[in-house]
């Protein structure tokens, strides 16, 4: 019988067939807890499961990335009880200098190619770029897969989307994305594990398929799988230093409905307060004036995407009275940004450069907004106080970028 | 811990509007609302039970314990918050029966080993309140015993029936080996 992506994944993991709407036990390749949730996964666990032990401490792992070095106490606490008891149980602990944790997982080849990912982040189902399975979990679920190494899963129903057409630079992944959530807004994929098609899909980068698969959580996806290219393979067993295989889907899978979606000359795009689905062309809300911008999170906080911001401004400041702030999205990337001249280069045009981490995204100490600050992000989400006070338009790196330097939301067209 | 029943029998409270219809997208601040997510008392909890939804303000003072939910499509939509499932639990409300859940209300509930049955048919059960009503778990019959009537709903899962025989997903997790 055929089978979807997420059939195919769940199945391997369960030893069993399945297919949407079974609900079955998933052995987990990964149990991860971030600094934040992952403090109550540790006092649910001791509650529940005192003196006993983790179900294998070298697939289970702590990955600090909200509050990073912490700039609070209970943040500092929070992430000292999850060391004392990672060193109790012999786990390894990403501390607060590695990074988001979904994009380390997938660095070090943790989370890989047909895998199964749980973590205290809605955003761990971003490793879909990659053909992995990940999910984000409350604390108590965390708890139970540290002590089972499994939890449970209702298969999701799949369906296809369709890309027709190309775009071209200055437009991005980002703003396929954003095309994305304008499409189906918040919920039109809500519950769904989605696969995406089409020759602008298979030409996706790795870096572009992480900025398309971290905003499934926005649609109210499960994830969003692109069916892993060579490139993305080798990128994949390079960070494991092992042969890795795609999954992909079985000719004749069943899927509830399939979406052609037209791409083609695909315009530079905006999401505006109060909610990520509510998307409009740069264009429309061009000229109104920013007081901050922040580049980085899960969904652009890699190399490339500082490379386009720096590409965009060309050695050109960023404007009086705008307050830029960088963010890479892991140690790796830092180390690249430094290596590269980039951080230098973000650092003379007038940015705050930092290390890696979620920043502000997780009101996090980079990137915070006051009440009445206008800010260009480069993140997924802009509801209000989510990303501090102020309100929050999502872009692409190069539209922030375009807008850093004049001071005002610009198309980036305007300015390349 | 002694052995959970596969089936449940009490008296139901069909959460409908002045017209009798069910209530589709009943929301977590409908059933507790977050005004009250500070509590951390399971008992407290109760107090606030349908505190938010519209003429049914005076459920924790009805309800009794053993009695039985039954609700309309997808029913706890919105929040993740734990408190709307154990907000019923606090009075002893037996369990739930619904056209449909929300998927983070259904996975709370299936975790706290607090009956979920999926009825889609439930109308045809013509329920009314203080109707004694059945359901099994195992072979997902749900029967107004009251009126005679019985319609299929859906049977749990083997993962709802383990966690659920366990007690909990905790208790679940501290029988492994």
Redesign the interface.
């Known amino acids: 019988m055929p089978f979807t992506i997420v059939e195919k994944i769940i199945a391997a993991h369960c030893g069993d067939d399945v297919y949407a709407g079974?609900?079955?036990?998933v052995e987990l390749d990964v149990r991860a807890a971030r600094d934040f949730g992952g403090a109550n996964v540790v006092q649910?666990f001791e509650a529940?499961?005192a003196g006993?032990p983790v179900?294998d401490a070298a697939k289970t792992f702590f990955t600090f990335d909200c509050v990073v070095p912490a700039s609070n106490i209970p943040f500092a606490d929070n992430q000292q009880l999850c060391r004392e008891f990672a060193a109790r149980q012999g786990i390894k602990v990403y501390d607060v200098d590695a990074g988001i944790g979904s994009h380390v997982l997938m660095e070090e080849g943790l989370a890989r190619p047909g895998g199964t990912v749980v973590n205290t982040d809605s955003h761990m189902n971003i490793v879909g770029a990659i053909g992995c399975l990940g999910q984000g979990m409350?604390d108590?679920?965390v708890?139970?897969a540290f002590?089972?190494g499994r939890t449970?899963l209702?298969v999701p129903a799949s369906v296809k989307v369709v890309l027709k057409g190309k775009y071209k630079w200055p437009t991005t992944a980002k703003d396929l994305a954003l095309a994305m959530l304008r499409e189906f807004g918040s919920s039109g994929l809500l519950?769904r594990a989605v696969e995406l098609y089409g020759p602008a899909a298979e030409a996706l980068s790795v870096e572009e398929r992480i900025t398309v698969a971290s905003m499934a959580t926005e649609m109210g996806a499960i994830a969003i799988f692109v069916p892993p290219s060579e490139e993305v393979l080798e990128w994949c067993g390079g960070a494991a230093g092992i042969d890795v295989r795609g999954v992909y889907a079985d000719e004749g899978a069943s899927y509830e409905a399939t979406y052609e979606l037209d791409v083609d000359g695909l315009e530079p795009l905006v999401a505006c307060p109060p909610s990520p689905a509510n998307v409009k062309a740069v264009s429309e809300v061009a000229g109104k004036e920013i007081g901050s911008a922040f580049f980085g999170s899960c969904t652009n906080g890699r190399l490339e995407d500082f490379r386009a911001a720096a590409r965009v401004l060309s050695g050109r400041p960023v404007a009086a009275g705008v307050v830029a702030c960088a963010v890479p999205a892991t140690r790796r990337i830092y180390g690249a940004l430094l290596g590269e001249g980039l951080a230098e280069e973000l650092f003379a045009a007038g940015f705050v450069v930092s290390n890696a981490g979620c920043g502000g995204c997780a009101q996090g100490q980079v990137g915070m907004t006051g009440r009445g600050e206008v800010q260009v992000s480069t993140s997924n989400r802009n509801f209000p106080g989510k990303q501090g006070a102020g309100e929050t338009y999502l872009c692409s790196p190069a539209t922030a970028a375009a807008s850093v330097l004049m001071g005002t939301i610009t198309d980036p067209r305007e300015v390349i | 811990m002694a052995a959970r029943p596969s089936a449940l029998e009490g008296r139901v409270w069909p959460v409908v509007d002045a017209a009798g219809a069910y209530i589709d997208d009943v929301d977590t601040d409908q059933i507790y609302h977050n005004a009250h997510l500070a509590v951390t008392d399971m008992e407290e909890m109760g107090r606030y039970a349908f505190g938010n939804l519209g003429g049914w303000g005076d459920f924790p003072e009805k309800a009794k314990a053993g009695d039985i939910l039954a609700v309309g499509a997808n029913f706890g939509a919105g929040s993740s918050r734990q408190q709307a499932v154990d907000c019923f639990r606090a009075l002893g409300v037996a369990g739930v029966v619904g056209v449909s859940f929300a998927p983070i209300y259904k996975r709370n509930a299936i975790n706290a080993g607090w009956p979920l049955m999926e009825c889609p048919d439930l109308s045809r059960l013509e329920l009314a309140a203080g109707d004694v009503l059945r359901l099994n778990f195992k072979t997902g019959e749900a029967v107004n015993v009251t009126k005679g009537k019985t319609v299929p709903a859906r049977p749990f899962s083997r993962v709802q029936l383990e966690i659920y025989v366990a007690g909990d997903l905790f208790a679940y997790g501290a029988r492994l080996g």
């Not at chain 1, 079974?22 to 036990?25: K, N």
């Open positions: 079974a609900t079955v036990w649910n529940h499961y006993q179900a409350g108590a679920d708890a139970f002590r089972a449970w209702e519950g």
